[in-house]
């Protein structure tokens, strides 16, 4: 039978490869499908003997180093019938507190060293939960139910949590064992956050895919490298920052990476100068970009490299569909640049207790990508730069009005803009213009003040301090010029005071 | 902070941070490595610029070590010869 739920999806694989492991987290030890059915069932029984109940949002804060008990608190909870909202142990406090709030998540499962944020919802450990019986629980879940809550940053400035339910998260799972992807693989490398669509993306593979989600306890690009070499990594998922850095720090010199036969950028397109360059660093694999969002998964496009179309992301995958649509809502022929909107195969997403901006970005089975691209006469898809509000950093979107926000609750900030620059291995990273109530303000403590609201990634690279916003003559900052104050600080005058 | 090791290490984190934040600003500086200016990029171009040249291996997860220079550098002296 197939699977149409996420505990199915384990139970089968269970049962056929009981002790085949499903995860590594280097350096922390190894997780066989065996254990991660058992033990999320002794966790469901400890969210039951809770008071957990159908439907129920429990956030999941976790870090890289704690990938097994993150995958076994993940299916415990919809074990249980409940919903997982995965969360980063990058995000700042306030984020996580917001997420939480929002979702009216009524507990929050913690990795170690990890606290969540106070508020009236419990808290604990896996392991608090896990010392019952471990028989198999028996919640009715189905398809159709909410399965996990994923927030990314939005237009708007507040992070959104976008719902997908079972029938998403399990389409096009794979029942064959000699089917299943990328079976020339026995390890699937990535360092993905969990919390983050391509992280989740990473699991369902853990769970579906043929070889064990291998990930580093700690990253850092050197340990990354490393790993491709002793575990002999077969399948490889980075992002461009990742990848350049790799590059630019000679890593590929040092180490066998003849290995790779599938190197894959899941979260943002490899630049086709890189591609290049990767392809000569991984003599043996295929360079490949994977184009979707947290919204339209599993909605993708995929593009082996090719010299001949190097910047082109692909036409769409696994009966999903793509179209360019013009302002009043009409397909636009190849050639001319309009609005990207994918079609899911699955049930789509949609987001979570937000209906205006669900009917805004969903559109009858359409996701609008909120980017501007075209098709070329082929179908294969290339995208336009445009001015935004959301920018891509590095594996991240980061809305500059949500850093915006966090700038103007400092009582010295008067007034404060924030553009994306771009970034030679980050692609873009935000520059913040802030102008001060009174002269003498500290960048660093301006800073500081920052990383209690925003998560690393969100921190402005680069900051400004100047005595006014350039504006037009409704009052509107002019971004274009805001971006020459960095251009020309660039240059040789001081940054910040 | 002074000595060849606070010195090597600041010049660390100068080329970490591309050349953004001068070596004696970061011996002087005695706060947060990210509030003075070093990026999430920066930070693991330090953990491996240290493991590599120190062979110490540092955490970013808990940072407790990356979160002043005079730590850092106290770090890195008690856990070399």
């Known amino acids: 039978m197939t699977p149409r739920t996420v505990p199915q999806m384990l139970a089968l694989r269970a049962e056929q490869e009981p002790g085949g492991a499903a995860i590594v987290v280097e350096g922390e030890g190894t997780l066989t499908f065996g254990e991660w059915e058992r033990r999320s069932h002794a966790v469901a029984h400890g969210l039951l003997d809770r008071g957990v109940r159908p439907g129920d949002r429990i956030g999941l804060l976790f870090g890289g180093r704690d990938w097994v008990d993150f995958a076994v608190s993940y299916c415990a909870v919809q074990l249980a019938g409940a919903v997982a909202v995965p969360l980063s142990d990058r995000l700042a406090p306030a984020e996580v507190r917001h997420m939480l709030d929002h979702c009216e998540a009524s507990a929050v499962l913690c990795g170690r060293d990890l606290k969540a944020p106070d508020g009236e919802r419990w808290a604990a450990a896996p392991a608090e939960l896990e010392g019952g019986t471990a028989d198999p629980v028996a919640v009715p879940v189905g398809p159709q139910d909410l399965a996990q809550i994923l927030y990314t940053s939005g237009t708007t400035g507040l992070p959104k949590g976008v719902g997908a339910t079972h029938a998403n998260l399990t389409f096009g799972c794979e029942t064959r064992p000699k089917r299943r992807r990328f079976g020339h693989s026995r390890h699937l490398l990535h360092a993905f956050p969990i919390g983050t669509n391509a992280g989740q993306t990473m699991l369902m593979n853990a769970l579906d895919a043929r070889p064990a989600m291998l990930t580093p306890a700690r990253f850092t690009p050197a340990r990354f490298t490393r790993l491709i070499e002793s575990y002999a990594v077969g399948t490889v998922f980075v992002v461009p920052a990742m990848a350049i850095e790799l590059l630019n720090a000679g890593l590929h010199e040092r180490h066998d990476l003849s290995s790779v036969v599938l190197l894959g950028s899941a979260a943002s397109a490899l630049p086709p100068a890189v591609s290049v360059r990767l392809s000569a660093a991984f003599p043996n694999a295929t360079v490949t970009n994977y184009y979707t969002s947290t919204e339209a998964a599993p909605a993708q496009t995929i593009m082996i490299f090719d010299p001949a179309r190097p910047d082109a992301l692909g036409r769409p995958a696994f009966g999903g569909a793509l179209r360019i649509t013009g302002p009043d809502g009409e397909a636009l022929p190849p050639g001319e640049a309009g609005e990207v909107w994918m079609r899911s195969p699955a049930v789509p997403r949609s987001y979570y207790r937000d209906e205006q901006a669900s009917a805004e970005s969903f559109r009858g089975g359409w996701v609008r990508m909120g980017d501007l691209g075209y098709l070329d006469a082929d179908g294969y898809l290339h995208l336009v730069d445009r001015e935004s509000d959301v920018v891509k950093s590095g594996a991240f979107k980061v809305s500059t009005l949500q850093v915006e926000a966090a700038l103007y609750e400092h009582p010295q900030v008067a007034e404060a803009a924030v553009v994306g620059v771009p970034h030679p291995v980050l692609g873009t990273v935000l520059a913040a213009a802030v102008v001060p109530r009174s002269a003498g303000m500290s960048e660093t403590g301006l800073r500081a003040f920052l990383m209690e609201r925003l998560a690393g990634h969100e921190l402005p690279d680069r900051v400004l301090v100047v005595d006014g916003l350039p504006r037009n003559q409704s009052g509107k900052v002019i971004k274009r010029e805001l971006r020459g104050l960095f251009d020309a600080a660039v240059t040789g005058q001081t940054e910040g005071t | ?81």
């Open chain 2, 1 to 81: 902070m002074s000595g060849p090791l606070a010195d090597r290490i600041a010049e660390l984190v100068c080329a970490a941070s591309d050349g953004r934040l001068p070596a004696e600003e970061v011996l002087r500086s005695q706060g947060s490595l990210s509030a003075l200016g070093l990026t999430s990029l920066g930070l693991l171009r330090l953990i491996d610029a240290i493991e590599d040249e120190f062979g110490v291996v540092l955490d970013l997860g808990s940072g407790a070590h990356l979160d002043s220079f005079p730590l850092l550098v106290g770090r890195v002296a008690e856990s070399t010869p």
